[in-house]
């Protein structure tokens, strides 16, 4: 089995910055990608930033230039710096991991339980 881990949501003010966190683990033959989404209420899950194993990262271009996703294939975990916080990124923020458990050619995907970022005006 494989679990996704978020941390590092909270409460902050407009212009703060946060840092979040998820990491991986269980039964893990590679990590191909992994992705932050965000789902604010009343609103679709949207895709934020994702990170594949050997590509430059991609962001929303609500974020571009001020938030940063990394990766440490080492310890399996992903972080994504959050700067210059605007109200409107207040929602739950979400893992993503695509994973090869094994050897063979089939991937899976997985979510976190999702971690609350809060932004006050």
């Known amino acids: 089995q494989v679990r996704l881990v978020e941390s590092g949501g909270g409460l902050v003010q407009a212009g703060g910055s946060l840092r979040l966190s998820c990491a991986v683990s269980?039964?893990?033959?590679?990590?191909?990608?992994m992705a932050w989404y965000r789902q604010a209420p009343g609103k679709q899950r949207e895709l934020v930033a994702r990170?594949?194993?050997?590509?430059?990262?991609t962001y929303a271009d609500s974020v571009k230039g001020r938030f940063t996703i990394s990766r440490d294939n080492a310890k399996n975990t992903m972080y994504m710096q959050m700067d210059s916080l605007k109200p409107e990124d207040t929602a739950v923020y979400y893992c993503?991991?695509?994973?090869?458990?094994?050897?063979?050619?089939?991937?899976?995907?997985?979510w976190g339980q999702g971690t609350q970022v809060t932004v006050s005006s």
């Open positions: 990170k594949n194993d050997t590509s430059a990262a």
């Open positions: 269980g039964s893990i033959f590679r990590i191909n990608s």
């Open positions: 993503h991991a695509n994973v090869r458990r094994n050897g063979f050619a089939i991937d899976y995907l997985y």
